[in-house]
């Protein structure tokens, strides 16, 4: 079992910045994959970005590329989600993830967080 904790959720201005933190612990891997997910009001959950803890490979929604960076920390299983130049759009609850080795990135994913909300005011 994988258990995940995020932080950094806040409210901030149109093109501003926040970095969100996920912390696992319990059964994870060097090789896992950790990755972001967005859910918006009304709309379906959708894939924001990953990063292979094996060998940095990182990947990203095209909504999101160039704006936001996927990264880890080299000593603890923590990702962490650096969004900058956000938009409205953006807001949405953000939720951790983790898959076991092997996975595809773009999911299924096994471990969830609970999420953490980010909101972007106009």
């Known amino acids: 079992q994988v258990s995940l904790e995020e932080y950094g959720g806040g409210l901030v201005q149109a093109g501003g910045s926040l970095r969100l933190s996920c912390t696992a612990s319990g059964r994870i891997f060097r090789s896992s994959i950790m990755g972001w997910f967005r859910q918006a009001p009304g709309k379906e959950r959708e894939f924001v970005a990953a990063?292979?803890?094996?060998?940095?490979?990182?990947y990203y929604a095209d909504s999101v590329k160039d704006r936001f960076i996927i990264s880890k920390d080299i000593f603890i299983y923590r990702v962490y989600l650096q969004m900058n130049s956000l938009k409205p759009e953006d807001t949405a609850v953000y939720y951790c993830?983790?898959?076991?080795?092997?996975?595809?990135?773009?999911?299924?994913?096994?471990?969830w967080g609970q999420g953490t909300q980010v909101t972007v005011s106009s």
């Open positions: 990063l292979r803890r094996s060998d940095d490979s990182t």
């Open positions: 993830a983790a898959a076991d080795p092997g996975s595809d990135p773009g999911g299924p994913y096994d471990y």
